[in-house]
């Protein structure tokens, strides 16, 4: 079955430590994307890709980084920099802007 | 900056009953799309229904239908014969053409709830 496979499903980060969220796609579609979601709130974008070996900044940039190396996976790491990191982080994918986004099954990240 | 705003933090409704929830949104483009997204206690975001601003006809999908006023910014989603499966945090959801390629914009959310 096509779709995106978000792991882990829970992470836990501790104090200066980077970690890396994994998102891959099997949908061939050209677009991804990274959202952040915080308790009984709306969506916000952090990167998206349009095309392997680029990427663009969101609203919430700051904290985070991606990379874009193969068109089916589209990784983000929340650095030590980022200093609320607690959330619950949803990875999309779309084969154009015109096309609705599909979304993997998500990330909930917490601080040790 | 594009806006949308879900006024109706929570609403409830009884079940096989009708319910409207209401999305407004600001934009100066002329070329976007509106979506209603569903996330049920899972988490997991599912598309409910999409609307292209160029269509006049509103979009409808089974038991949901959208009500989309254009000149009002207006894209309110209603709900017909409501089943307890329908309970979820719904978020009304908009992106543009052109340099904002990307850039899905998400309201706060409606949390419905359904009364058996």
């Known amino acids: 079955d096509g779709g995106i496979t978000q792991s882990p499903k829970y992470l836990f980060r501790k104090e200066g430590q980077n970690v890396t969220l994994s998102c891959e796609q099997n949908l061939n579609h050209d677009a991804m994307y990274w959202y952040r979601q915080d308790p009984g709130q709306g969506l916000r974008l952090i990167y998206y890709?349009?095309?392997?070996?680029?990427?663009q900044k969101g609203d919430i940039a700051e904290g985070y980084s991606v990379s874009r190396e193969k068109k089916e996976s589209f990784p983000l790491t929340v650095t030590s920099a980022q200093k609320n990191p607690t959330a619950f982080y949803l990875c999309?994918?779309?084969?154009?802007?015109?096309?609705?986004?599909?979304f993997g099954d998500g990330t909930r990240l917490s601080i040790l | 900056a594009q806006t949308v705003t879900q006024s109706q933090p929570e609403m409830s409704v009884q079940e096989a009953e009708t319910v409207t929830l209401s999305c407004t949104y600001d934009?100066?483009?002329?070329?976007?799309?509106l979506f209603w997204y569903k996330q049920p206690p899972s988490r997991q975001m599912i598309l409910v229904i999409r609307q292209e601003a160029y269509k006049q006809q509103n979009a409808t999908e089974n038991r949901f239908s959208v009500n989309f006023q254009k000149a009002a910014k207006s894209f309110s989603l209603k709900i017909s014969d409501s089943q307890l499966g329908d309970a979820a945090m719904y978020f009304c959801a908009y992106i543009a053409g052109g340099t904002s390629y990307g850039k899905l914009t998400f309201g706060q959310g409606t949390i419905l709830t359904v009364h058996p």
């Open positions: 999309a994918s779309s084969g154009s802007f015109r096309q609705p986004q599909h």
């Open positions: 890709s349009q095309i392997v070996n680029d990427f």
């Open positions: 934009t100066s483009e002329s070329d976007y799309y």
